[in-house]
């Protein structure tokens, strides 16, 4: 059964992987984008079913900074190179920090257990 917020995780890497899919079918050509997007979008769905908001959050955030920083230093006709390169950026970022977030939480619960185990 699908919850409310894994329907929303999946709707969320439908549309941030489906855009990704999009950038990188402008890339490739014309003729490939369809495939480009259906691939996306089904990444996307496999992605949030499986929890990945954090992730799709950093791709989305990577993409729309990106996007804003092509526009400001190329120009209009650019602005889909930065946000197919933020997007990248935004992913490796966001797997990086989520391994440190995931390292820390387990340091703080080998350190708690430890704690409780030494006052019983």
Not at 46 to 72: D, K, M, P, Y
Not at 91 to 111: C, E, H, N, P, Y
Request: charged share 10%.
């Amino acid at each position: 059964m699908v919850t409310k917020g894994k329907a929303f995780d999946i709707a969320l890497g439908m549309a941030v992987m489906g855009t990704v899919g999009t950038l990188i079918g402008q890339t490739m050509g014309g003729g490939l984008m369809p495939l480009a997007i259906a691939i996306g979008v089904v990444l996307g769905v496999v992605i949030g079913f499986l929890g990945g908001r954090r992730f799709l959050v950093s791709i989305l955030a990577g993409t729309v900074i990106g996007g804003v920083l092509a526009w400001l230093m190329a120009g209009v006709d650019r602005i889909w190179v930065g946000a197919g390169a933020g997007a990248a950026m935004g992913g490796f970022l966001g797997v990086q920090i989520s391994m440190l977030l995931d390292v820390r939480a387990a340091r703080k619960a080998a350190t708690e257990q430890g704690q409780t185990s030494a006052s019983s």
